[in-house]
């Protein structure tokens, strides 16, 4: 093989090996049985908190928490009800920060 056949070889590895490396660093350690029984904890206490809140449809609100952190997404009727949603999480006990992704729910439908 070519001397620059190798060398092209050789830095297609190297960038390759880079990549993984930057990939394997960026993603976050698998969570224990106990990391993750706590989330599920954590999220039921955040659904059942929400579903308390008379005022606050939270029927399309979708729960997920991860190490602590609760994730909303879904849809809201107002932008009240996304900020009482995140209101309600912060609140909840165990929950570290709310990522709040709840979107809009379009006007063209009655509540």
């Known amino acids: 093989m070519p001397r620059r056949a190798r060398n092209n070889q050789g830095q297609r590895l190297t960038a390759t090996l880079i990549a993984l490396g930057i990939v394997a660093c960026s ?5 224990s049985p ?6 599920a904890a954590t999220a039921t206490r955040v659904e059942a908190a929400l579903a ?25 009727w107002s932008s009240d009800d996304i900020e009482t949603a995140q209101r309600v ?21 009655g509540r």
């Open 27 to 31: 993603t976050s350690p698998p969570s």
């Open 34 to 39: 106990v990391q993750r029984a706590a989330d």
């Open 52 to 76: 308390a809140q008379t005022q606050l449809f939270a029927r399309d609100i979708v729960v997920s928490v991860n190490d602590g952190v609760v994730n909303l997404s879904g849809m809201a």
């Open 89 to 109: 999480a912060r609140a909840v006990p165990g929950v570290k920060s709310v990522s709040n992704q709840i979107s809009l729910e379009s006007s063209q439908f």
